[in-house]
């Protein structure tokens, strides 16, 4: 790539996985170079969002699509969201709860099978808490921490979206 | 001419968009039904016709046959292809279409009737030479009836519930000595569960395998089967992931199935194509389980080392034509496997999930086949079942295919709902399945403990995002997009110079 003209050099903070990377991105030609840490990958657009990534000696095919203000990625068959650092001091929710431990929520509307535990109950991390139906399945829903069970707001057989906890916990950390 | 006027596929999704292809092969029209919820759906623009059969729920939808009667009636088709699932097992459906003329590409309504009764039909295969799963039919009184059955079917055993489920009044026992606690023990708990302690034994299968034989059989007599398929990866008791030839099969022991298969056709008077399901177990025996009187999810696996179009021949068969020469002459050629695309969250115990697809593409080049009903915008709705698409991959060795469908599904990206491709690559990487050594609770017996976290590479997913952010700025001088792409944006096809020289 040497003598390939410098287009433009930006540095933009992204979240993914609750972790912060800082990446640098410039053009050479039609080739992108980005540096994140001590690591720097080379890209190749395939098309509108599909990229060709090399990782040292590895190659990747990359999927990226913006949506509100995530990036949904798919880097060897592994999902992420993607989120500019920036963007998260403004926004608000968008039904994903992932970093509420203490609200349980469905992560599709369906139904309340049955609920398994009680007010009061100490629960350990991966208990299971709830079973909701959706898509002819039942699927159980478990603590992703440790704690007691706070409130139930719904009792088998009730229908729930996604918008409002089931069960709330305090949580022990 | 053709054989139909017109066909019906009275299904949705990937099956009905599979179903069509072959109607188009063999130059018929195609008639889509579609509901509420599949307005925009693929199915329904892949065929030349449809009709809108009603609400999204599949009881006033696509299991109304007065519905699909009506639509089939109302657009001159002398066919209904039912796909898998909904009325494809249905006889008062098969019925139906025999009362009104309408040509049911499936077998009888005798047949399905016989073969949808689980009891008679295993009592029928029984008389006629099939093996089956040695122990009781019903409870007794008498232990000394257990004993009998038990030292005849050989230990280990289980005691069941007789209406059971949940594993509740079951219990493995390992030798004569513990049977009778053990009936006891099983009879307190089946009371306790189902207020009936009625409990029987029956040969308990370790680590068996679910393998499954292709048949296809015309209206001239002629029975044949096309080869097994393995399906032992499962999870939530569905196959995910399936392959031909079984690792397990010996030539003999593939033989003797295949004839057994054959023997179940001709016993049950079957015509057209259908599954017959057997337990093989660790020692080389195999237990009949059912016929799936229908064309199977897996079916391409079939086609790809056979080389038979399994839809271009059950809409001839059941037009009255025997089954193709070529067919007749099919051998197995090389190794095939499918891994099923739900959405769902390979990483949160396959939770269901849904939403709108926000980004498709699919992968290609030589011996590899996407069967999909979906595409950019589509939407996956809790009404039906999950299944988006197959990937089938087709090499020369079992070890070829594995590689193939690992680049495969990582060039196959679907967007704005999870996937558990990850999961399929990681199994199809476990050194027990290269083995070859797959049965029924693989999953849950090698990745009880399976935590995705470390292989997670966020700095790659931030390059990827940081360059589609810069290009996206530069095009549109702003933040980036935040509309939906339609399809005609997304679906043209790289094949390619994506590598960087």
């Known amino acids: 790539m040497a003598g390939g003209m410098v287009n433009r050099v930006k540095q933009t ?19 992108w170079r980005v540096t994140i840490g001590d690591k720097t990958f080379e890209l190749i657009q395939v098309s509108q969002h599909l990229f060709s990534i090399r990782n040292g000696a590895s190659q990747s095919l990359a999927a990226v699509i913006r949506h509100k203000d995530t990036y949904f990625v798919d880097v060897d068959s592994v999902l992420y ?43 350990v991390e991966k208990q299971p808490l709830v079973i909701v139906e959706a898509m002819k399945m039942e699927n159980q829903i478990n603590a992703r921490a440790r704690g007691r069970v706070k409130t139930i707001h719904f009792n088998a057989g009730d229908q729930v979206g996604t918008d409002l906890p089931i069960i709330e916990l305090d949580v022990v950390e | 001419m053709a054989l139909f006027k017109k066909i019906l596929v ?31 759906s693929k199915h329904r623009f892949w065929a030349d016709e449809s009709v809108h059969i009603g609400p999204s729920s599949p009881r006033e939808s696509y299991l109304d046959i007065d519905k699909i009667i009506r639509a089939a009636r109302t657009t001159g088709c002398d066919a209904i292809h039912p796909g898998y699932g909904f009325l494809s097992e249905n006889p008062i459906f098969a019925q139906k279409c025999r009362d009104e003329k309408i040509t049911f590409i499936c077998p009888s309504p005798e047949a399905i009737k016989l073969l949808g009764n689980k009891v008679e039909s295993r009592m029928k295969m029984s008389s006629a030479g099939v093996p089956l799963i040695p122990g009781m039919k019903t409870s007794s009184p008498d232990l000394a009836v257990y004993r009998k059955v038990a030292d005849e079917a050989g230990y280990p055993v289980i005691i069941k519930a007789a209406a059971g489920g949940g594993g509740k009044g079951m219990r493995v026992v390992h030798s004569a000595r513990e049977l009778e606690e053990a009936v006891s023990a099983a009879r307190r708990e089946a009371l306790n569960a189902f207020g009936d302690d009625s409990v029987y034994v029956e040969k308990y299968l370790v680590n068996p395998r679910h393998i499954e034989f292709q048949i296809l059989a015309d209206s001239h007599g002629n029975a044949m089967h096309l080869f097994e398929r393995e399906c032992s990866i499962q999870r939530r008791h569905q196959k995910i992931i ?69 839809v271009v021949e059950q809409i001839q068969i059941a037009a009255g034509l025997p089954i193709s020469e070529s067919t007749r002459t099919a051998t197995q050629r090389g190794h095939a496997i499918e891994c099923r695309i739900y959405a769902e969250d390979g990483e949160n115990n396959f939770f269901p999930s849904s939403g709108t697809i926000l980004y498709y593409h699919e992968p290609s080049g030589p011996g590899i086949r996407v069967d999909s009903g979906i595409w950019t915008g589509s939407e996956i709705t809790i009404d039906y079942d999950p299944i988006m698409a197959k990937v089938i991959v087709h090499a020369p060795t079992r070890e070829l295919a594995i590689a193939k469908m690992r680049e495969a599904l990582n060039a196959y990206k679907v967007l704005g709902v999870r996937n558990a491709k990850k999961f399929m690559i990681d199994i199809l990487a476990h050194p027990e399945f290269a083995e070859g050594r797959t049965f029924t609770s693989f999953i849950e017996t090698h990745f009880a403990n399976r935590a995705e976290n470390a292989t997670r590479a966020g700095d790659l997913a931030v390059a990827a995002t940081a360059v589609f952010g810069e290009h996206q700025t530069a095009i549109f001088g702003g933040a980036g997009s935040t509309e939906l792409p339609t399809p005609w944006e997304t679906l043209g096809s790289w094949q390619v110079g994506w590598s960087i020289g």
């Open chain 1, 13 to 31: 903070d992204y979240i993914v996985d609750a972790i912060t990377h800082t990446a640098r991105t410039e053009k050479h030609e039609e080739v």
């Open chain 1, 81 to 123: 969201e993607v989120r500019q650092a920036t963007d998260i001091a403004v926004s608000g929710s968008h039904g994903d709860h992932s970093g509420e431990k203490d609200k349980i929520f469905a992560p599709m509307p369906g139904k309340v099978v049955k609920i398994l535990v009680s007010v009061g109950d100490e629960i």
């Open chain 2, 10 to 40: 009275a299904n949705r999704s990937e099956i009905a968009v599979r179903v069509m292809n072959a109607c188009r092969t063999l130059g018929i029209p195609t008639v889509a039904v579609y509901s509420d919820a599949d307005v925009k």
């Open chain 2, 242 to 310: 399936e392959e031909t030839p079984s690792t397990a099969l010996t030539p003999e022991l593939r033989k003797k199935m295949g004839e057994t298969a054959v023997t179940v056709a001709k016993t049950a008077g079957y015509t057209n194509a259908g599954t017959v399901e057997f337990l093989l177990d660790e020692s080389g025996h195999f237990y009949f389980l059912e016929v799936n009187t229908r064309l199977q999810v897996e079916h391409p696996i079939t086609e790809a080392v056979t080389g038979v179009d399994l």
